[in-house]
């Protein structure tokens, strides 16, 4: 089985993890900060919050941004349902825009018209969470125009996107955003287990993420109702959570990140190498906006559903029978039962809708051989051909 993504894992990374095994800290040490110092260093940002998971962070991003009851977020309904679930455990509302059929991330053009038959209506969103879909940013100068004539905050989800850029700057910087997320599940670019990281360049969300990562707990005197009781003292001066990252999975993350530009390298030279041989099929392979250089976490072609004889789930189901491990990212949203509850319904994004219809994603990570890529194609052929 040639899977659809794969962690690198070298004797580098091995050693990172049993140094810190070794050490007198597996949670709450030097290590954590290091690597998020190497992460904000990276992408350029001023501060860089570490957790437990992507999950965690847009959930601290979403409580840092004082989402809550009575309030909306707006997401991509072709997204991880996190994206959108962050703003439920916020007690926010939650609606969708649907997705640019080119890029398949948010349209810009349809947020526009959203927006405005929004303020009519007076729901307007407090938080917009951008998702830069398979590693290609979302149309972030776009989004930001609008973040400033409707007064919402921006997140962007870039738990694909870490090594990417958006008009030649590091995505992350925050030239666009209030708050960029990245996420370090094994598939992802670069990996430390489960974990995540929030950066941002405003102090006081840095200060706020922080805080509710861990318990809402400080030990600062400053941020005190009165002068600590000793040395001991601790205070909760807030509701956070546990959502910590260990000292051994940032150890993972400090080695890996050393290997981050040359995986995003290799991960657009096999990209570029689907789209050449690619090019005589039956597929709609990945159009890459030319202000964007993608992280290529994922390579998704849209069958070409009305020039095939197989269906879109024929062709999946041919691919997994000769051990080609595809996936299909992501199922809109909207057409979750969770979601269906609140009253949403087939027909309310129509381009997510048809991107579902069609999409399929082809093993892609940097481990992979040439052989293995024609493999790929050789079996994706054969299953379009029924």
């Known amino acids: ?48 919050v570490a957790a437990n998971s992507a999950t965690s962070a847009l959930h601290i991003a979403c409580l840092a941004l004082d989402l809550g009851e009575s309030d909306w977020l707006w997401t991509s309904p072709i997204t ?4 959108a ?57 776009a989004i930001h125009e609008l973040s400033q004539r409707y007064g919402f905050r921006v997140i962007e989800d870039a738990s694909h996107a870490i090594g990417g850029q958006y008009r030649g700057e590091p995505i992350g910087n925050g030239s666009y955003s ?8 094994p598939v992802k670019i670069i990996t430390t287990g ?27 005197p400053e941020c005190m109702t009165h002068e600590p009781d000793g040395p001991w003292y601790y205070q909760q001066v807030d509701l956070g959570f546990n959502y910590r990252m260990t000292e051994m999975q940032a150890a993972l993350g400090v080695s890996q990140i050393e290997r981050l530009d040359a995986y995003v390298v290799r991960r657009n030279e096999l990209a570029e190498r689907y789209d050449r041989l690619l090019a005589d099929q039956p597929v709609t392979t990945p159009w890459q906006h030319p202000d964007s250089y993608s992280g290529r976490h994922l390579y998704v072609v849209r069958l070409q559903v009305d020039a095939i004889a197989p269906s879109h789930r024929a062709v999946f189901e041919s691919l997994r029978e000769q051990g080609i491990g595809v996936n299909l990212h992501y199922i809109p949203v909207h057409l979750q039962p969770c979601y ?11 381009e997510a809708e048809r991107y579902y219809a069609e999409a399929i994603s082809l093993p892609l990570f940097p481990l992979m051989t040439e052989g293995q890529q024609d493999a790929v194609v050789s079996a994706l052929e054969e299953a379009l051909a029924g």
């Open 178 to 185: 209030d708050i960029t997320v990245f996420s370090f599940h």
């Open 1 to 48: 089985m040639i899977p659809y993504g794969r962690q690198d894992i070298r004797q580098e990374d091995v050693d990172a993890v049993v140094e810190v095994l070794r050490s007198d800290f597996l949670t709450q040490g030097p290590v954590v900060p290091r690597f998020e110092q190497a992460v904000a260093d990276h992408v350029g940002a001023r501060h860089a």
């Open 194 to 220: 489960e974990g995540g990281m929030a950066v941002t360049n405003d102090d006081e969300l840095a200060r706020r993420m922080s805080l509710l990562r861990s318990h809402g707990i400080t030990r600062d």
């Open 80 to 83: 991880f349902v996190a994206s």
């Open 340 to 350: 269906r509850q609140m009253g949403f319904r087939p027909g309310d994004f129509p």
């Open 85 to 141: 679930n962050c703003g439920l455990y916020c007690g926010a509302k939650v609606d969708f825009v649907d997705i640019d059929p080119k890029t398949y991330n948010l349209c810009p053009e349809a947020l526009a018209a959203k927006l405005k038959q929004a303020e009519e209506e007076r729901r307007l969103p407090k938080v917009l969470v951008a998702v830069h879909l398979c590693g290609q940013p979302c149309d972030m100068a």
